[in-house]
């Protein structure tokens, strides 16, 4: 059993965030449960991004990937002061499986208890396992969580935090579980509110009827840092804005041309005028957040536009009277496919029109629908998309990868181009068993995808919060899944 120090101040924490409750089952919002530290899965992440136990004290892979063994923590308990054990936690990874999730994405034949472990037998090798055991719609719930045909009754999970009352689609009610297995948490209740409109949830914070509110547009954040009793705080996302290229269309058919109109782009004041924060500027596909995905020893250059301009001009083009680069009567011009859904994309696609204007491009931007990217890839008609990809629905990007930059394309990433060295390190990365093997294949995979520019990165978005000053130990996670409330106490 963990740490039991005395539980300090009676004041309820309360956390606002946008989204709504749709339901107690984890399989309709299981992401606010993760959050909120309510319920547990067999893995988890650490704040480097790194794969970590939690339920399970320990797991190995068979030799062959097919077979993977997850230990279960000895002494932890439910809500409802039962034991978990590896028979009731493979019963609700099984109950999960049928159900809409990670783990129904995944190759597994089948889930069983066997003495101290839970055994996960696949049809094929998949290395991301583990991190996919960590998705909130793997959480693992009590036996009386359920009724008879498997629908979730009562939220009674394993986490620090157990539900006291239910107000849906807007409220739970929480207090620290003292039989918690690890430290219990300080804050002895909590309270999540679901306040969909940002401005009034700015209002909570400013008038302290929240004491930590999330996802905040820029420019009310920073209002709110003007307020002395409030701290604000952002960190990047695993989710970047990313321009989607026809890797054949002439002006980006090379790795050379793709870099040089990589380096022309001026991020930072991107990041500045359209993000509002500097650190969202994306040198790369994938954040610190993502671990060994990130690479450390890129450099940060300058935008400079007159490389591209000089590689183009080799090549026969010249600069006409208008600045754009022409040949043979024709101007280098392209189509940027965007959508509305996330207004900061046409936003984002005007700034990069301007900076290629720089560069002698002439950029037309045509603001659709999501559908509009994949659709155009699909019947090749496809210049340029700029779109927000998500790399973080679980802490490995793999699955993501795998669709984008297949040998034929992805709707989301790479068109008409192809590495059979990264594919030889993919096909392998499925099949090791090893972490440091499959950090020496990520490794080749990320070099690839930079130095190759398949596709530009531009910026990451950025997660955000205000809080009130006197919350010690507040810390954002850079994967959303957990809003650490339990490492969090109050000054007095």
């Known amino acids: 059993m963990g740490s039991q120090p005395a539980l300090s101040h009676q004041r309820t924490l309360v956390a606002v965030a946008p989204w709504e409750i749709k339901g107690i089952d984890p399989a309709k919002s299981g992401i606010i449960f993760q959050r909120m530290e309510i319920v547990e899965t067999l893995t988890s992440v650490d704040h480097d991004g790194n794969l970590i136990p939690c339920l399970a004290e320990s797991w190995s892979t068979s030799e062959d990937g097919l077979t993977w063994t997850f230990t279960i923590r000895k002494g932890a308990r439910y809500h409802d002061k039962s034991k978990v054990t590896p028979q009731n936690v493979a019963d609700s990874l099984n109950i999960s499986l049928g159900k809409p999730g990670m783990l129904r994405k995944m190759p597994i034949k089948s889930i069983r208890a066997e003495g101290d472990n839970v055994v996960f037998e696949l049809s094929e090798a998949c290395a991301m396992l583990a991190s996919g055991v960590a998705h909130y719609t793997a959480c693992i719930l009590a036996p009386a969580a359920y009724d008879n045909n498997g629908d979730v009754i009562s939220l009674i999970a394993t986490g620090p935090f157990e539900v006291t009352r239910f107000e849906l689609p807007q409220k739970i ?55 002395h009793r409030i701290r604000v705080s952002t960190t990047p996302l695993p989710r970047t804005i990313v321009i989607k290229m026809n890797c054949t269309h002439t002006g980006m058919n090379t790795p050379e041309l793709r870099k040089a109109l990589s380096k022309g782009f001026d991020r930072k004041g991107i990041a500045l005028t359209v993000m509002r924060e500097e650190q969202s500027a994306a040198q790369q596909l994938f954040p610190p957040a993502l671990g060994i995905w990130h690479l450390d020893s890129l450099e940060q250059p300058d935008p400079t536009v007159g490389s591209y301009k000089s590689l183009m001009m080799k090549q026969g083009w010249k600069e006409n009277s208008e600045g754009y680069l022409e040949k043979d009567g024709s101007l280098l011009e392209f189509t940027m496919t965007t959508y509305s859904d996330r207004p900061e994309l046409p936003v984002c696609a005007t700034a990069l029109q301007d900076q290629m204007r720089k560069m002698g491009i002439k950029l037309n931007i045509a603001v659709s629908n999501s559908s509009a990217i994949p659709q155009g890839h699909n019947e090749g008609t496809l210049e340029m998309g700029l779109m927000a990809r998500n790399y973080g629905l679980i802490s490995d990007p793999l699955g993501s990868i795998l669709m984008d930059y297949a040998p034929e394309g992805g709707d989301w990433g790479a068109m008409n181009w192809n590495s059979p060295v990264m594919q030889k390190s993919l096909a392998a990365i499925q099949k090791t068993t090893t972490p440091e093997k499959y950090a020496e294949h990520v490794k080749t995979v990320c070099t690839i995808l930079h130095d190759e520019m398949p596709t530009i990165p531009v910026v990451s978005y950025v997660h955000s919060a205000a809080y009130a000053n006197d919350i010690v130990g507040f810390s954002l996670d850079s994967l959303e899944r957990s809003y650490r409330i339990s490492e969090m106490r109050w000054d007095h």
């Open 173 to 227: 009610k929480l207090r620290a579980f003292r039989d918690y297995w690890g430290s219990v948490s300080q804050i002895r209740t909590a309270e999540y509110l679901a306040v969909a409109r940002n401005e009034t949830r700015a209002l909570m914070a400013q008038s302290g009827d929240a004491d930590i509110i999330f996802t905040l547009d820029p420019v009310t954040l920073q209002r709110l840092k003007r307020f």
